[in-house]
């Protein structure tokens, strides 16, 4: 949906409620076993012209459910909607479906107070809570704008998502906001992204403090003693919306990883924007001419094998961006752990390195078991040194591994493994089926797969 089509539609929803008698419509909302759904979002969806794709600014009305799955939308102005319930990315429709094509469209005439609109939340509109097989702080938020008037009324979700997500984890969890601005959940301790999926045009996130420690848009580090995340919305006015230029650089590259030919993107976080691409140039910065104001997730295409990798969050608002740094900490596998190494690595390009242990085992990221080393190994045809970094996945403590393999800076060390099928100084130590990889001619204790 274009800038302009947004706003006109934004304006005449007001000047509709504001100008016409309008009406209710008013229902019950129930779990797939039959319970009732309390404290649930229920919205009006206008129905738009075919070809015209609805998002959260084409929400007329919203409420929240009772205890008893009560619902009334009020203040309707006479027209065709869809009335939907649950999380604003995957919403149930009325009469309880999952997409707009099996929607039953009420219409709504001035006055008119529909009743009976009951419906059953399919399971994909509920936010899935954090698994609880691994031990949970309860965390509770709070999410307030920066001058203190009310949150937009739309279905708003906070996306959690880890820095070093375990094998078997989903990449990110969307908890539901309720009507006064709160959530909770229990969250396994780790370091996470947060961010708000949802905003309509004009919000963007502006700063997250977790406890009494303000983070910018950085992460939050969850530990055993609970602390409440804090999430501070920038608005600006409709009418006074202006495109941003934003410069940017990649740093911190590591000599192993190339990335020429990737492309940067800012994925908004607002709902039915379209993503915007650039491409990195060979000395790493890139340029965005006009970047509407909001939260965008920075992401950097084909990072992972086939896979694009979210880096981090910015925030665009009241011309506050000039430059934009994405680090890569000098990390050989940036986006790891997240899935895609699969496709990275080549299991048919088996090679064997010799060369000198640079820099000791480390993991990735603290809770996660990928790891990596580094080690020059010399071209003797062409003459040169080259470093190189070898990853591979192991509960095992690095220094464990180390002690166990005879593995000291400064030694020798030959490894056995697959190669990149980009063409980098990379490598794993795996275990594909059939594949023999080892580490001074010793295999590494308790791998697994990537």
Same mark, same amino acid.
């Given at each position: 949906?274009?800038?302009?089509?947004?706003?006109?539609?934004?304006?005449?929803?007001?000047?509709?409620?504001?100008?016409?008698?309008?009406?209710?419509?008013?229902?019950?909302?129930?779990?797939?076993?039959?319970?009732? +759904?309390?404290?649930?979002?229920?919205?009006?969806?206008?129905?738009?012209?075919?070809?015209?794709?609805?998002?959260?600014?084409?929400?007329?009305?919203?409420?929240?459910?009772?205890?008893?799955?009560?619902?009334?939308?009020?203040?309707?102005?006479?027209?065709?909607?869809?009335?939907?319930?649950?999380?604003?990315?995957?919403?149930?429709?009325?009469?309880?479906?999952? &997409?707009? %094509?099996?929607?039953?469209?009420?219409?709504?005439?001035? +006055?008119?107070?529909?009743?009976? #609109?009951?419906?059953?939340?399919?399971?994909?509109?509920?936010?899935?809570?954090?698994?609880?097989?691994?031990?949970?702080?309860?965390?509770?938020?709070?999410?307030?704008? &920066?001058?203190?008037?009310?949150?937009?009324?739309?279905?708003?979700?906070?996306?959690?998502?880890?820095?070093?997500?375990?094998?078997?984890?989903?990449?990110?969890?969307?908890?539901?906001?309720?009507?006064?601005?709160?959530?909770?959940?229990?969250?396994?301790?780790?370091?996470? +992204?947060?961010?708000?999926?949802?905003?309509?045009?004009?919000?963007?996130?502006?700063?997250? %403090?977790?406890?009494?420690?303000?983070?910018? #848009?950085?992460?939050?580090?969850?530990?055993?003693?609970?602390?409440?995340?804090?999430?501070?919305?920038?608005?600006?006015?409709?009418?006074?919306?202006?495109?941003?230029?934003?410069?940017?650089?990649?740093?911190?590259?590591?000599?192993?990883?190339?990335?020429?030919?990737?492309?940067?993107?800012?994925?908004?976080?607002?709902?039915?924007?379209?993503?915007?691409?650039?491409?990195?140039?060979?000395?790493?910065?890139?340029?965005?001419?006009?970047?509407?104001?909001?939260?965008?997730?920075?992401?950097?295409?084909?990072?992972?094998?086939?896979?694009?990798?979210?880096?981090?969050?910015?925030?665009?608002?009241?011309?506050?961006?000039?430059?934009?740094?994405? &680090?890569?900490?000098?990390?050989?596998?940036?986006?790891?752990?997240?899935?895609?190494?699969?496709?990275?690595?080549?299991?048919?390009?088996?090679?064997?390195?010799?060369?000198?242990?640079?820099?000791?085992?480390?993991?990735?990221?603290?809770?996660?078991?990928?790891?990596?080393?580094?080690?020059?190994?010399?071209?003797?045809?062409?003459?040169?040194?080259?470093?190189?970094?070898?990853?591979?996945?192991?509960?095992?403590?690095?220094? &464990?591994?180390?002690? %166990?393999?005879?593995?000291?800076?400064?030694?020798?060390?030959?490894?056995?493994?697959?190669?990149?099928?980009?063409?980098?100084?990379?490598?794993?130590?795996?275990?594909?089926?059939?594949?023999?990889?080892?580490?001074?001619?010793?295999?590494?204790?308790?791998?697994?797969?990537?």
């Amino acid at each position: 949906m274009s800038l302009y089509r947004t706003v006109s539609l934004v304006l005449l929803g007001l000047a509709l409620m504001q100008s016409q008698e309008t009406g209710t419509a008013s229902g019950t909302l129930r779990n797939p076993d039959g319970s009732a +759904r309390s404290g649930f979002r229920v919205a009006a969806m206008v129905v738009l012209s075919e070809g015209v794709q609805n998002d959260a600014t084409s929400l007329i009305s919203l409420t929240e459910t009772d205890k008893d799955g009560r619902f009334r939308l009020e203040k309707i102005p006479p027209g065709r909607y869809y009335i939907i319930a649950g999380a604003v990315l995957s919403p149930t429709y009325y009469p309880g479906v999952l &997409d707009t %094509s099996t929607a039953q469209i009420i219409s709504v005439a001035a +006055r008119a107070e529909l009743t009976g #609109l009951d419906f059953v939340v399919m399971t994909a509109s509920i936010p899935i809570p954090f698994p609880t097989s691994r031990p949970g702080t309860p965390v509770s938020g709070r999410v307030i704008t &920066d001058d203190g008037s009310p949150l937009p009324s739309v279905p708003l979700v906070v996306n959690v998502s880890s820095t070093a997500r375990p094998a078997g984890e989903p990449q990110f969890r969307g908890l539901a906001i309720r009507a006064n601005g709160e959530f909770n959940s229990l969250i396994p301790e780790g370091e996470y +992204r947060v961010w708000i999926s949802g905003l309509p045009l004009g919000y963007s996130l502006k700063s997250i %403090s977790y406890g009494r420690t303000p983070l910018g #848009l950085g992460p939050i580090t969850v530990g055993p003693q609970p602390e409440e995340v804090l999430l501070r919305l920038a608005i600006i006015p409709l009418g006074s919306i202006q495109t941003v230029k934003v410069d940017g650089r990649v740093a911190n590259v590591a000599s192993e990883l190339e990335l020429h030919g990737r492309k940067v993107r800012l994925v908004s976080e607002g709902a039915g924007r379209p993503t915007l691409e650039t491409e990195l140039m060979p000395d790493h910065t890139f340029t965005f001419e006009k970047v509407p104001p909001e939260t965008y997730r920075t992401v950097i295409t084909h990072l992972a094998g086939d896979l694009d990798v979210t880096l981090s969050t910015i925030s665009v608002y009241d011309n506050n961006v000039q430059r934009v740094t994405i &680090d890569l900490n000098n990390n050989p596998f940036p986006g790891y752990p997240g899935g895609g190494y699969s496709s990275l690595f080549d299991s048919n390009n088996r090679i064997i390195l010799r060369g000198v242990l640079t820099q000791p085992i480390v993991r990735i990221a603290t809770s996660a078991p990928a790891q990596f080393f580094r080690m020059d190994v010399r071209d003797e045809a062409a003459g040169l040194t080259v470093p190189w970094a070898i990853m591979l996945t192991s509960k095992t403590p690095p220094q &464990d591994i180390m002690n %166990s393999l005879g593995m000291v800076v400064g030694d020798t060390v030959v490894v056995t493994g697959s190669a990149t099928n980009d063409a980098t100084h990379r490598l794993i130590v795996d275990i594909f089926p059939g594949k023999t990889s080892t580490i001074n001619g010793r295999e590494v204790p308790n791998l697994s797969l990537p």
